[in-house]
Each structure stands twice: as structure tokens, then as C-alpha cells.
């Protein structure tokens, strides 16, 4: 019995091109092993030589092109290497709510167990998002057709270094330069990769998973626009009321504009209340958009910006404050740090949901392959 769970687990693990001949295989000579005499262990032995000297590359083995396993291995080093850096900045503020200083190794020792989670799971996702950009390098090296050194690749030799050198000398310029590189590779492998999507919910769970969503994006407006302009106002200026806090901000000329949070609260409340009016409308191009994992990933993804924009809303109201009552402009609220817990674990789902690629479960799911190995 543990024998035959023990090899469909590692038949799990082989490419779709050969999972079910394997864990058919497996499992008959588990069956049959006390009988011929042979121990079970030593058909599992077996099963983890082959998942491990697997060519994984080869498009009969895997059940597609090498280009397409190159895009959806590209896939999974984006969205882990996204979690990655989530991660770290999550683990920055930890450090910074909790004196946890994630530089000092020695540190480690006696620091919050969250912190050091936080660090071996950023770890673990940087292994895999290492091992992924690798394995479609090769994928992509082994598809493509031999040919000589081109001008374009010379260009890309001797931009890529500069393009690393810009980001570290001058990040803030180089960011919107970094923006447009992931959304192109985000729009690559969704070309390239195209992730088969579920068959679109019935309008009236379709309305209401949507409504959900767009409530979701709703709550978590409404509180960071209450953390910014009353619960932490009151939390950084304890025995002051908050007529009192806004009069002094006045009397200071440090009042902030109302043009930022009102313009961020109509285009959030604008996108939440969206959703369940598509969801509702009969045109057929619309509701083809309306599968389940689309839906909850809008959802997902719009609480994560709501969340993490809180910072920038709140922005002129932190540093008026600062000014006007000689103190800092942080968060003294308990719902600052919540709200900063809630945007990154919501932007870590988003990148889960949004791109890691759709799994083969069996022959009949895989695309048309070559008719024969490549070289």
C-alpha cells in the first residue's frame, strides 16, 4: 500500500508525455513485486532512477514543443521570483515593526520565528524560480535552430549588462524600464503559453462572484481610506480629537489636497463596481471572460493594489502631519501594518493565480507534438 502511493507520487512528477504509461507500469510491479520475489522498495528505486534521468525536454516525453515548455518553465521562474521579492519586502517591514534585522546573519538566532520563515520560504522560491529560468533556458537553447552569431544577439550581449548596471546605479529612473520589461514578458508568455481557461460560470454565479470581488475591493477601500484620515491621525496624535488634528493641519497650511484620495477612490470604486455589471451583460464576448479563475484573480489583484496604495494615498497626509505637529509621518495605527500584510499575501496570490501555467494531467490534454525526438 505504501509502496503503490509512494510511486504514483513520483509518477506525478514525470512529464505528461509519459506520466500515465509510468504510473501504470509502477504500479502493476508494485502488485506483482511479492509474488516475483522482488522487494517493493526496490521497484520505488527504480521509479525515482527514471524520474531523475527523465529527458525532460524531449517534446514526447514532455507533450509539447520545447518552445511552449520553455514559456511555461519562463512562467513559473516569473511567478516565483515575483514571491520571491514580495517576500523579502515583506520581510523588511517585519523587520521593521519587530527590530528583526534581516542583514545581520547573526541576528537570525534570536529573531521571531516569522521572520526567519519569511526568509527560508523567500529562500525556497528563489531555488525554484533559479531552477525554472534555467530549465527554459535549456528548453528554449535545445528548440532553437543552430545558426551563427547575429548582430541582434551582440545588441542583447551588450544591452543586458547595462540594463543590469542602470538598475543599480539609478533605480528610481530605471523603474519604468523594468515595468515595460515584465509586462512584455508577461504578454510573451501568455502568447506563447496560452493557459486554457475553464468554461465560463453561469451568469448568475458569474454576477455573484463578481459582486464578491468588487465587495472585497470595496471593504479594503473604504478601510485604508479610514486608516489614512482618521485611525491613524488619532493613533499618531494621542488626546487630540480629530476636528482638533484637522485644524491644526490647516492652521499650518499642511491640510492635504483632497484631489488624491478622491480620484484613487473613483477609479477603485469604479473597477469594484464594474465587475458585477460585466458579469450580468449577455454579449457572448464578454461572457467568455467570465470563467472563475479570471474573476477571483480581478478580485485578488485589486485588493493587492488597494492595499499596497494606501501608501501612496496617504502619503501627503503622513509628511503634513509631520510638519505640522513636529513628528513622523509612519504609521502609529495597528491598521497600517495590517493593510501592508493584506496588499503583499494578496499580490503574492495574484502572481500564483495569474501565472503559473495550467498542469497536463493526461495524454488527452496535450497539444500535437513532433513525430519524433529532437536531436
Do not use: K
Request: proline share 6%.
Amino acid at each position: 500500500m505504501i509502496a503503490d502511493v509512494a510511486v504514483r507520487l513520483v509518477a506525478a512528477t514525470l512529464p505528461a508525455g509519459v506520466r500515465e504509461r509510468y504510473r501504470e507500469e509502477w504500479r502493476a510491479d508494485v502488485a506483482g513485486a511479492a509474488e516475483a520475489g522482488v522487494p517493493a522498495h526496490s521497484v520505488l528505486g527504480g521509479a525515482l532512477a527514471v524520474a531523475i534521468r527523465v529527458d525532460r525536454e524531449n517534446p514526447l516525453v514532455s507533450g509539447m514543443t520545447t518552445r511552449r515548455l520553455a514559456f511555461r518553465r519562463l512562467r513559473v521562474a516569473l511567478a516565483t521570483a515575483g514571491v520571491t521579492l514580495l517576500l523579502l519586502l515583506l520581510n523588511l517591514w517585519w523587520s521593521a515593526w519587530t527590530g528583526f534585522d534581516s542583514r545581520d546573519l547573526r541576528a537570525l538566532t534570536d529573531s521571531s520565528w516569522l521572520g526567519r520563515g519569511l526568509l527560508a520560504v523567500a529562500a525556497v522560491t528563489a531555488v525554484v524560480a533559479l531552477v525554472s529560468g534555467i530549465g527554459a533556458f535549456r528548453a528554449m537553447r535545445r528548440g532553437r535552430v543552430r545558426r551563427g552569431w547575429r548582430a541582434s544577439d551582440t545588441a542583447v550581449a551588450l544591452t543586458l549588462p547595462l540594463a543590469l548596471a542602470a538598475t543599480v546605479l539609478v533605480p528610481f529612473v530605471s523603474v519604468p524600464l523594468l515595468l515595460a520589461f515584465g509586462l512584455g514578458l508577461l504578454v510573451l508568455v501568455n502568447v506563447e503559453d496560452p493557459r486554457p481557461q475553464g468554461r465560463p460560470l453561469a451568469r448568475g454565479a458569474a454576477v455573484l462572484l463578481a459582486s464578491l470581488a468588487g465587495g472585497a475591493i470595496l471593504v479594503t477601500l473604504a478601510g485604508t481610506l479610514l486608516h489614512v484620515y482618521v485611525w491613524n491621525p488619532l493613533a499618531r496624535m494621542p488626546g487630540m480629537t480629530l476636528d482638533e488634528i484637522y485644524a491644526g493641519l490647516a492652521a499650518a497650511g499642511e491640510l492635504p489636497s483632497s484631489v488624491v484620495p478622491i480620484s484613487w477612490a473613483v477609479l477603485c470604486g469604479g473597477v469594484a463596481l464594474a465587475l458585477p455589471v460585466c458579469a450580468a451583460l449577455p454579449h457572448p464576448r464578454i461572457r467568455r471572460f467570465m470563467t472563475a479563475r479570471r474573476l477571483a484573480g480581478v478580485g485578488i489583484a485589486g485588493v493587492a493594489v488597494v492595499a499596497g496604495g494606501a501608501w501612496f494615498v496617504g502619503f501627503g497626509m503622513g509628511m503634513g502631519m509631520a510638519d505640522a505637529f513636529a513628528t513622523t509621518g509612519g504609521d502609529a495605527a495597528a491598521s497600517g501594518p495590517v493593510f501592508t500584510v493584506i496588499g503583499i499575501v494578496f499580490a503574492i496570490a495574484a502572481l500564483l493565480v495569474g501565472l503559473l501555467p495550467a498542469r497536463i494531467r493526461s495524454t488527452s490534454e496535450m497539444q500535437e507534438i513532433l513525430p519524433a525526438p529532437e536531436p
